[in-house]
């Protein structure tokens, strides 16, 4: 198992490691912010009103729910699961299509249309034009 490891290790791009730890991140803080919907504001605000606490119960549900997506995501990435990949892809385009959406209604200016699209397409370009990733991905 050891030695399976260490090859999946040696043939993970190092642009996939960067991008599989920061979406580990993603999923740790946002399990953070889930525990503190749950707990912090649901259960313990004992003076907010009580439709708010019910609220910040469900939100935090869901928010815990997408922490543990994430955490799974990342661990696909980590291990070169293909299906991480396309989910990987198909989140870049959403993405991308979301900053679109949001310059063409007006809710960004020039700065902040190109800031939002940066990361997104250089990830998208990444994961999709590198031979050495396709190849890890058995793609």
């Known amino acids: 198992m050891n030695s399976m490891n260490q090859l999946s290790s040696s043939r993970r791009p190092m642009g996939v490691s960067i991008v599989s730890l920061i979406v580990a991140l993603n999923a740790i803080l946002v399990l953070f912010t889930a525990a503190t919907w ?3 504001i649901g259960l ?9 606490r019910g609220f910040s119960i469900w939100y935090g549900l869901f ?3 997408f922490g543990i997506i994430l955490g799974y995501l990342s661990w696909g990435l980590w291990s070169l699961q293909r299906w991480s990949l396309y989910t990987i892809v ?4 959403l993405n991308i299509v979301e900053v679109l959406a949001a310059w063409a209604q007006g809710f960004l ?9 940066i990361l997104p397409v250089v990830i998208l370009t990444y994961f ?12």
Do not use: C, H, Y
């Open 38 to 40: 749950i707990f912090g």
């Open 128 to 139: 999709l034009a590198d031979r050495q990733v396709r190849q890890a991905f058995n793609v």
């Open 90 to 93: 198909f989140i870049g385009v």
């Open 63 to 65: 928010a815990a729910l």
């Open 109 to 117: 200016s020039l700065v902040p249309f190109i800031l939002s699209l």
């Open 44 to 52: 313990f605000g004992f003076n907010v009103p009580g439709n708010v």
